[in-house]
């Protein structure tokens, strides 16, 4: 009976394993998750991952509970998306949310009104009862993403058990970048800006992804008369998607692809370091990676980070490569010495810093960076501080629960002053902030603060020779959070995925489960 219950046991996390596996691969190669036919695989597979759970706990017989505040936290997260929806009475959500109850009951938002016209007397309120999120169905979409993201953290925690299992996690995700950086190499210097270099949105065969995918991906539209569309005459006006340079098959533009490589990129260089590392062999190099025949995936591996770190570099500028540059350094400097690799940990990360800024230099001698589209939304400071500056009038007209969650694009062009619609803020953390208000940034700086608490006794239990993989750890988190204070990152549900998958696997090192970083005795 115990070797079936064995048995069976490993079948459920191989089960997992390769549930992981394809959420995170298989969301990158559905056009990053946004196509119409992928959501519903997703859910089907977050329904697995459930079941397997439960029949993991069923077949052991007892639950493992862990005390971490990331799950509560995300939680909490969605307990905020489900009060966002609720309809309240007016009088109460007057007082919560002046603005949005202006807009569910008189149809206009009386601060916008006013400052257009301050002789203006706003209609009387209807006696109803209304939400705080100005868009219901946005914010509905959202939770259901969000519970399927949830899942994916918490399995990603209670999965990862030891290194070989940290490394599925952490594989998919280099995988992926990898792919895409590939790919993304080839699209550019063949001049090819359709996904995959050969298909356009909306005019593909039926599993690409149409025009109306590509609005709901992080992107810009613009509103423009029915006539230029199909020739009929009114008064009618459809938006109409900016159509970018689209890097691998990520819809989302050259944004997308930073966004997969401030995960993917200083992954890629720690598992490197890792494989390389000596762990008490006195084996030369050579030797040690011949004798373990790892040598093809060191060289794949090494090529991935000099070529990723460039084509970063080319399409991010100067600006928006400084997390990027930090990630790389935290990932590769201070774990050299510990590890054992020395030097050789020094000169690859200097060769991957090199690349990075080769691709900079490219960005801007070569004029890389003039091709709008090819370049990031925020990688103009002029327009990033005015759409950031639009957001954070935004965030102070819906100051405790904000506008809902996952309802920027509905809200936005309400305070745009340009043509253009951006359906984000421009920054992850900014648009956090407007759609949950004062609510969400306590729930975020809450996570922030139990990571730091938590990181030194975490540290504390990695060996010298495993250092890498926990620096790796550490400069992911803070390569992919500091992008995502000057850029979009997880309104892209490739993006979320693997950063839900990522920091699940952290949580479980911070809270003090099993260290991910050691095999299993």
Request: proline share 7%; glycine share 14%.
């Amino acid at each position: 009976m115990g070797t079936l219950r064995t048995r069976i046991l490993e079948w459920i996390d191989r089960l997992q394993a390769g549930i992981l596996v394809a959420m995170l691969v298989g969301s990158a190669l559905a056009f990053g998750g946004v196509v119409w036919w992928w959501r519903p695989v997703l859910a089907a597979l977050a329904g697995l991952l459930v079941v397997s759970g439960l029949a993991r706990v069923a077949v052991e017989g007892k639950a493992r509970i862990r005390l971490s505040l990331l799950p509560i936290l995300g939680a909490l997260a969605l307990g905020l998306a489900v009060a966002q929806l609720v309809p309240m009475p007016g009088s109460l959500a007057g007082r919560i949310s002046p603005e949005s109850r202006s807009l569910h009951a008189r149809g206009v938002l009386t601060g916008r009104l006013l400052q257009d016209d301050p002789r203006a007397e706003p209609p009387e309120p209807a006696a109803s009862r209304t939400p705080t999120t100005v868009d219901r169905s946005a914010t509905l979409r959202w939770l259901f993403d969000a519970s399927i993201g949830l899942v994916v953290l918490i399995t990603s925690a209670r999965f990862a058990r030891r290194i070989g299992r940290t490394m599925v996690i952490w594989g998919s995700v280099v995988a992926v970048f990898g792919l895409l950086t590939g790919a993304g190499l080839v699209q550019l210097i063949g001049g090819r800006t359709g996904l995959w270099g050969v298909i356009t949105p909306g005019e593909g065969p039926f599993w690409a992804p149409s025009t109306l995918d590509l609005l709901k991906a992080p992107g810009v539209s613009l509103l423009r008369p029915l006539a230029e569309e199909s020739g009929a005459i009114g008064p009618w006006m459809l938006p109409r998607p900016d159509r970018p340079s689209f890097i691998g098959g990520l819809l989302g533009g050259p944004g997308a692809y930073l966004a997969v490589a401030a995960l993917g990129l200083p992954l890629t260089l720690a598992v490197l370091l890792q494989l390389l590392a000596p762990r008490g062999s006195r084996e030369p190099l050579a030797d040690r990676v011949g004798r373990s025949g790892t040598g093809p995936l060191v060289a794949l591996l090494a090529i991935v980070v000099v070529l990723g770190a460039g084509l970063v570099g080319a399409i991010a500028g100067p600006i928006l490569a400084v997390p990027f540059a930090i990630g790389l350094a935290i990932a590769g400097l201070p774990g050299a010495w510990p590890t054992g690799l020395r030097w050789l940990a020094v000169g690859l990360t200097l060769l991957a810093l090199s690349g990075l800024g080769a691709g900079v230099a490219g960005n801007r001698l070569a004029g890389w960076g003039s091709d709008p589209k090819l370049s990031p939304i925020t990688a103009d400071l002029d327009r990033a501080e005015q759409l950031w500056r639009e957001s954070a009038r935004i965030a102070r007209d819906f100051p405790l629960l904000g506008t809902g969650l996952g309802t920027f694009g509905r809200i936005h062009p309400s305070y745009k002053l340009t043509d253009e619609s951006p359906n984000t803020a421009g920054s992850s953390v900014l648009q956090w902030i407007v759609e949950a208000g004062l609510a969400g940034a306590t729930l975020l700086a809450l996570a922030g603060i139990w990571g730091l608490a938590r990181i030194v006794r975490a540290w504390r239990r990695v060996g010298s020779a495993d250092r890498a993989l926990a620096w790796g750890a550490l400069a992911t988190a803070l390569c992919f959070l500091g992008f995502a204070a000057v850029h979009w990152t997880v309104e892209l549900p490739a993006v979320a995925l693997a950063a839900c998958a990522v920091f699940g696997t952290m949580d479980r090192w911070l809270s003090g489960g099993t260290d991910l970083f050691v095999e299993a005795a």
